[in-house]
């Protein structure tokens, strides 16, 4: 697999792919490689967390292909591929060959997966997106934040890291119909179709009637009570995802009074008297540490958690229990990554390299493609292709 994706939801999708066992080839670009290189700080031994994070279990490879010579080395690169992941122009790929209609005419088993702010189709396929672009366009950023204030975005590379899922999701059903049929694929995602995709139950709501929601501290779910609280001591979250939760609910809280009530029945009668059961609810958790809390809840099977800062998160039993925080080899417990959101029975040891160096696998690659050493060198030598520094220094 070639992935000639820069930034974050394209080489999140190849990571995931890796760590399934696909052969990940990264082809960066002379000089600074893939932009999120550079993004930092943190950076650990010159090495960027961010970069880091979505790059394990990859060769890197790099070629210029502003050169005749350069383009031609990803051309015999790409007819050895299963799939092929980029992240450019439309017009761009078009102008240097790369673009998909090309590459499956030369190679008809090729998964060519375009990743884009907006989409190959409609009046702004070719804008630049981001994550936070994509947020504020999808509506995303219209529903998040307190109550009465600005939008905010989701604090995190949401619209990346679940568009490079909706990418593997994909590739993966593209590479079985492959296996069956011999013929390739052409694949579209975007940030901004993966944000709709993530807004689809409120902008479903929105459609049947219900009023255009506005940032509201996340107190405004189609289920009540669905929220943040304040204990006596910290933030919970409590969520109430049936009538008979609601009834174990109050009972454990010790308010009574609410779950005999007729009118709090049912959810559209706890949305309706959301104001009031808030109040209630929020006086009673008020007197107790939230740890106590947790417990009563727990007991009931009533879904609650502390709002947790990072620091506690890494340390959290259940995150430690199920190995979600991978060390990055070779840098100690000083640079990680997240383990994908997946468990295989038969992978009981997640595969784990560390990310590669600029250029590391230039030359092993390109022997493989049939270059001879006098060539790579030659190559080298015009800036046609890039090695790793300390093959340079050599």
Known sequence: MVDMTTSYAGPTAAMYLADLGATVIKVE???GGDDARSWGPPFIDGASAWFASANRNKQSVVLNLSTTEGREALLRLLDTADVFLQNMNPAKLKRIGIDGETLRRRNPRLVYCAMSGFGLTGPDSELPGYDLVAQARSGLMSVTGEKGGAPQRVSTALSDVATGMAAAIAVNAALVR????????VIDVSLLDTDLALMAPRVAAYCAGEPEPAPSGGTDSVLALYQPFEAEDR???IAIGNDSMWQRFCTAVQLPELGTDPRLSDNAGR???RSRITELVAQR???RPAAQWLRLLADVEVPAALVQTLS???KDPQVVARGAILPVPGFHDDLVTIRSPFRLASQQTPRNERFPTMGADTRTTLLELGYTEEQIDELAEAGVVGLAAAEIAS
């Open 285 to 287: 958790l008020a007197t």
């Open 178 to 185: 492959q296996c069956r049929t011999g013929q390739g694929e």
């Open 271 to 273: 949305r309706a008297n």
């Open 235 to 237: 933030t919970i979250v």
């Open 312 to 314: 506690e998160v890494t």
């Open 29 to 31: 670009r002379p000089g």
